[in-house]
């Protein structure tokens, strides 16, 4: 009765009154989509020209790469000549084959002694070159003597050259000592064909969509004078991106071909605003005419409403915990994550029990459901108020810390509450657990995310990283954490999945590339390192960083183990076959391979000759007395005769006592420490000591990261006894390491270690 009364006493008021509101939201839905128009008008203006800097970066990019790469595979030839002043024509067209006829850039490269060119490589084509003196060519002895005097590489070009084309030429100083005199030896030239370049580089390409423009002629970086494209590029507001190269710069200019916004399409968003404009009227006319009908059930609603609200709450209490620990559950945290997105807290603290599968596997699923109700409660007794804690499923829990009434937001203390957290969750669980008169020691693995408002982050992508530090800290071994980083996200993202991984697998995608090891004299080759690799079908060659952390997840690592360990006998036999003797082969072990049961098991299957392989381990990896699993499969892998070999040495936690206790044969000193002993006096006596240590452990140290001849002679003067590194070889297939192999023994016979 009373809806009908209230329905009639509406129906008697003016009709303009009765769709004042249909009017009204009409007005503001018009204002809207003109202000909706102006904005993406505005959006689409700058997303154009994001996009034409992202392509720009790309090119620039390109570009610069195919400039400083046969740049830097020359200065190793700078460096041989600085050492070698002497050279032999054949030593020369050797080495410099071996450097730069990979580089499809490279027209050839010359030898001046004493500014007079007497070696060249390709000898074919070049020849007419050879007797050149720079000192009595007028069109090349002002760039030479600058070279000279400056003791500076200099890059030469555009310029036209006299076998014809375009081309850039860099120029080299080369110093040498003998008998501790310092002297200026001659020059070292590089000739880069630039069309070649600018195809590398993808600058030819007609499917970018830009007009391009590079000013910086002899590298006079943005000032100097345009010598590719329209000048009319660089004087239309142009994207401009850096291209740098030793002792000089270009910079690229950029925009869309048929100009400034000649990419941007407003129709279908124009006609999107009219269609969502018109269904919002409609649905507010509608709204209106029912608006008074609704008015007699609206009471009836609200009572309803507040017995549903009742019984929601009583049903969410029960969704919201887990019946097990009796802590919240993974939805309880969603939604708790939810309530803080937007808000200032410390952050969150994912826990992962180390040995807990070992548990459940040894006393089985009821134990160990005793044992997490045990873990759930020493968890609770560390935390304070701040703190919740939610079981996010199986064997892990999550800690979300929220701030106390009055305190403020700062990261250091932020930082400093996460971090003694995470310690005292750690230390609760150094004791054993009693669960039906059985000892259970398991420990904690912790990933910690640090909430920053400016990282816009969701509630999904910080637990993400939570989790991603939380499977670091596994990696680095037990009872320990690790923060997060933007930059540590798991580049596995880009894979189409784990299926794709596993097939590679199966598929023998899997593959090892093999880096040499050399002795003191930097040309005998004492072994190689395998290194993973996978041969994508897209053709790209993947390193481990691509897809450890998938086949982590996947818990595949003792299969890739297995696969490499397995490729590498195979291929030293292929080796032996051929003549070629290499004395040792070096092979990564995870931390998940080493506990392992089967470990034994299924390296002794492959049947590989122990005397000729030596196991990698991480420095993180520290033995555990408590870890019987990986010390009896350590042990037995030495007593079979397999050498022990700690790779990354002095970035990590290993002590005098943890080697002692692992009894390595050889430990690989980081590539950070290698390259800065160099440049600083503390930094080269720290790599001193830290070699000085392994050898009155009677261990083998080897220097990882040779990348240029000052790492190689400060590594040799402080006691490395071998070196590895991309001065002297990079990683390589099993069939051009042969081939490597091949031309230095015919160059410099005896060079492979027996």
Same mark, same amino acid.
């Given at each position: 009765?009373?809806?009908?009364?209230?329905?009639?006493?509406?129906?008697? $008021?003016?009709?303009?009154?009765?769709?004042?509101?249909?009017?009204?939201?009409?007005?503001?839905?018009?204002?809207?989509?003109?202000?909706?128009?102006?904005?993406?008008?505005?959006?689409?203006?700058?997303?154009?020209?994001?996009?034409?800097?992202? &392509?720009?970066?790309?090119?620039?990019?390109?570009?610069?790469?195919?400039?400083?790469?046969?740049?830097?595979?020359?200065?190793?030839?700078?460096?041989?000549?600085?050492?070698?002043?002497?050279?032999?024509?054949?030593?020369?067209?050797?080495?410099?084959?071996?450097?730069?006829?990979?580089?499809?850039?490279?027209?050839?490269?010359?030898?001046?002694?004493?500014?007079?060119?007497?070696?060249?490589?390709?000898? &074919?084509?070049?020849?007419?070159?050879?007797?050149? !003196?720079?000192?009595?060519?007028?069109?090349?002895?002002?760039?030479?003597?600058?070279?000279?005097?400056?003791?500076?590489?200099?890059?030469?070009?555009?310029?036209?050259?006299?076998?014809?084309?375009?081309?850039?030429?860099?120029?080299?100083?080369?110093?040498?000592?003998?008998?501790?005199? *310092?002297?200026?030896?001659?020059?070292?030239?590089?000739?880069?064909?630039?069309?070649?370049?600018?195809?590398?580089?993808?600058?030819?390409?007609?499917?970018?969509?830009?007009?391009?423009?590079?000013?910086?002629?002899?590298?006079?970086?943005?000032?100097?004078?345009? @010598?590719?494209?329209?000048?009319?590029?660089?004087?239309?507001?142009?994207?401009?991106?850096?291209?740098?190269?030793?002792?000089?710069?270009?910079?690229?200019?950029?925009?869309?071909?048929?100009?400034?916004?000649?990419?941007?399409?407003?129709?279908?968003?124009?006609?999107?605003?009219?269609?969502?404009?018109?269904?919002?009227?409609?649905?507010?006319?509608?709204?209106?005419?029912?608006?008074?009908?609704?008015?007699?059930?609206?009471?009836?609603?609200?009572?309803?409403?507040?017995?549903?609200?009742?019984?929601? *709450?009583?049903?969410?209490?029960?969704?919201?915990?887990?019946?097990?620990?009796?802590?919240?559950?993974?939805?309880?945290?969603?939604?708790?994550?939810?309530?803080?997105?937007?808000?200032?807290?410390?952050?969150?603290?994912?826990?992962?029990?180390?040995?807990?599968?070992?548990?459940?596997?040894?006393?089985?699923?009821?134990?160990?459901?005793?044992?997490?109700?045990?873990?759930?409660?020493?968890?609770?007794?560390?935390?304070?108020?701040?703190?919740?804690?939610?079981?996010?499923?199986?064997?892990?829990?999550?800690?979300?810390?929220?701030?106390?009434?009055?305190?403020?937001?700062?990261?250091?203390?932020?930082?400093?509450?996460?971090?003694?957290?995470?310690?005292?969750?750690?230390?609760?669980?150094?004791?054993?657990?009693?669960?039906?008169?059985?000892?259970?020691?398991?420990?904690?693995?912790?990933?910690?995310?640090?909430?920053?408002?400016? !990282?816009?982050?969701?509630?999904?992508?910080?637990?993400?990283?939570?989790?991603?530090?939380?499977?670091?800290?596994?990696?680095?071994?037990?009872?320990?954490?690790?923060?997060?980083?933007?930059? $540590?996200?798991?580049?596995?993202?880009?894979?189409?999945?784990?299926?794709?991984?596993?097939?590679?697998?199966?598929?023998? &995608?899997?593959?090892?590339?093999?880096?040499?090891?050399?002795?003191?004299?930097?040309?005998?080759?004492?072994?190689?390192?395998?290194? $993973?690799?996978?041969? *994508?079908?897209?053709?790209?060659?993947?390193?481990?960083?691509? @897809?450890?952390?998938?086949?982590?997840?996947?818990?595949?690592?003792?299969?890739? !183990?297995?696969?490499?360990?397995?490729?590498?006998?195979?291929?030293?036999?292929?080796?032996?076959?051929?003549?070629?003797?290499?004395?040792?082969?070096?092979?990564?072990?995870?931390?998940?391979?080493?506990?392992?049961?089967?470990?034994?098991?299924?390296?002794?299957?492959?049947?590989?000759?122990?005397?000729?392989?030596?196991?990698?381990?991480?420095?993180?990896?520290?033995?555990?007395?408590?870890?019987?699993?990986?010390?009896?499969?350590?042990?037995?892998?030495?007593?079979?005769?397999?050498?022990?070999?700690?790779?990354?040495?002095?970035?990590?936690?290993?002590?005098?006592?943890?080697?002692?206790?692992?009894?390595?044969?050889?430990?690989?000193?980081?590539?950070?420490?290698?390259?800065? $002993?160099?440049?600083?006096?503390?930094?080269?006596?720290?790599?001193?000591?830290?070699?000085?240590?392994?050898?009155?452990?009677?261990?083998?140290?080897?220097?990882?990261?040779?990348?240029?001849?000052?790492?190689?002679?400060?590594?040799?003067?402080?006691?490395?006894?071998?070196?590895?590194?991309?001065?002297?070889?990079?990683?390589?297939?099993?069939?051009?390491?042969?081939? @490597?192999?091949?031309?230095?023994?015919?160059?410099?016979?005896?060079?492979?270690?027996?």
């Amino acid at each position: 009765m009373q809806a009908m009364i209230n329905f009639s006493e509406a129906s008697l $008021a003016p009709v303009w009154r009765r769709y004042l509101p249909t009017v009204l939201v009409g007005a503001l839905v018009c204002l809207a989509c003109i202000g909706a128009d102006r904005a993406n008008l505005s959006l689409e203006f700058q997303q154009e020209r994001d996009r034409v800097r992202n &392509e720009a970066a790309m090119l620039s990019a390109k570009l610069e790469r195919r400039i400083n790469a046969p740049i830097r595979a020359a200065q190793g030839l700078v460096s041989m000549l600085s050492s070698e002043p002497d050279m032999s024509p054949k030593r020369f067209e050797w080495l410099a084959r071996s450097v730069v006829d990979n580089i499809s850039e490279v027209r050839n490269v010359a030898a001046a002694p004493d500014l007079i060119v007497t070696l060249v490589h390709p000898f &074919e084509g070049n020849a007419s070159v050879l007797g050149l !003196d720079y000192s009595q060519n007028d069109a090349q002895r002002a760039a030479v003597y600058h070279v000279r005097d400056s003791g500076e590489f200099m890059l030469a070009g555009p310029l036209n050259i006299v076998q014809g084309g375009q081309a850039l030429i860099g120029r080299f100083p080369v110093f040498s000592d003998i008998e501790g005199t *310092h002297f200026f030896w001659g020059i070292l030239s590089v000739v880069l064909d630039l069309p070649t370049v600018y195809a590398n580089a993808g600058l030819d390409a007609s499917d970018n969509g830009l007009d391009i423009a590079l000013v910086g002629l002899d590298g006079t970086g943005r000032n100097g004078p345009l @010598f590719y494209g329209a000048p009319s590029v660089a004087m239309d507001s142009p994207v401009s991106e850096d291209i740098l190269f030793p002792n000089g710069s270009w910079e690229l200019h950029a925009r869309p071909i048929g100009g400034w916004g000649s990419t941007v399409a407003t129709t279908g968003f124009r006609l999107f605003l009219v269609a969502a404009g018109g269904l919002i009227m409609l649905l507010v006319a509608i709204t209106n005419h029912m608006a008074v009908q609704r008015k007699a059930t609206i009471s009836t609603l609200q009572k309803r409403e507040k017995e549903l609200e009742a019984a929601r *709450h009583e049903l969410e209490s029960l969704a919201l915990h887990d019946p097990l620990t009796g802590l919240p559950n993974r939805r309880l945290l969603n939604r708790k994550l939810k309530e803080l997105s937007g808000t200032s807290y410390p952050g969150i603290i994912q826990l992962d029990l180390d040995g807990f599968k070992d548990v459940n596997d040894s006393y089985g699923h009821a134990v160990g459901d005793q044992l997490l109700a045990r873990v759930s409660e020493r968890l609770r007794k560390v935390l304070g108020p701040e703190a919740i804690l939610i079981r996010s499923g199986g064997d892990e829990f999550v800690v979300l810390l929220s701030r106390l009434p009055g305190q403020k937001a700062d990261p250091v203390s932020d930082r400093s509450q996460l971090e003694e957290t995470a310690r005292q969750l750690i230390g609760c669980m150094k004791t054993c657990v009693m669960v039906g008169g059985k000892k259970c020691r398991i420990g904690i693995s912790a990933g910690i995310h640090l909430h920053c408002a400016e !990282d816009s982050l969701s509630p999904e992508e910080e637990l993400t990283q939570a989790d991603h530090a939380m499977y670091v800290a596994k990696q680095s071994g037990r009872n320990r954490f690790k923060f997060s980083t933007l930059n $540590a996200r798991p580049t596995t993202a880009a894979l189409h999945s784990g299926a794709e991984l596993l097939e590679a697998l199966s598929d023998g &995608e899997i593959i090892p590339y093999y880096q040499p090891q050399f002795s003191g004299d930097g040309l005998t080759v004492v072994g190689v390192e395998a290194l $993973a690799r996978w041969q *994508h079908p897209d053709g790209r060659i993947r390193v481990p960083g691509e @897809f450890m952390d998938l086949a982590h997840s996947l818990k595949i690592e003792g299969e890739l !183990d297995h696969r490499i360990l397995e490729q590498a006998k195979h291929d030293l036999d292929q080796w032996e076959k051929a003549g070629l003797h290499v004395p040792q082969v070096s092979v990564n072990v995870s931390l998940r391979r080493l506990n392992d049961q089967h470990l034994i098991e299924s390296v002794d299957a492959i049947d590989v000759d122990p005397s000729r392989v030596t196991l990698e381990f991480l420095e993180s990896i520290c033995l555990d007395e408590e870890n019987s699993q990986m010390v009896s499969n350590i042990e037995a892998l030495k007593a079979r005769g397999f050498r022990i070999e700690v790779d990354d040495f002095g970035t990590g936690y290993s002590s005098v006592t943890s080697l002692l206790k692992m009894r390595p044969h050889c430990f690989k000193i980081d590539r950070s420490l290698v390259q800065a $002993a160099p440049y600083s006096s503390a930094n080269k006596r720290l790599l001193a000591s830290i070699a000085e240590m392994g050898h009155a452990l009677n261990i083998s140290v080897c220097a990882e990261g040779i990348e240029t001849i000052e790492h190689l002679r400060t590594a040799r003067a402080v006691g490395c006894t071998t070196f590895q590194g991309f001065l002297l070889a990079q990683p390589m297939p099993a069939s051009d390491l042969s081939q @490597f192999l091949v031309g230095l023994t015919e160059t410099c016979p005896d060079k492979l270690a027996s």
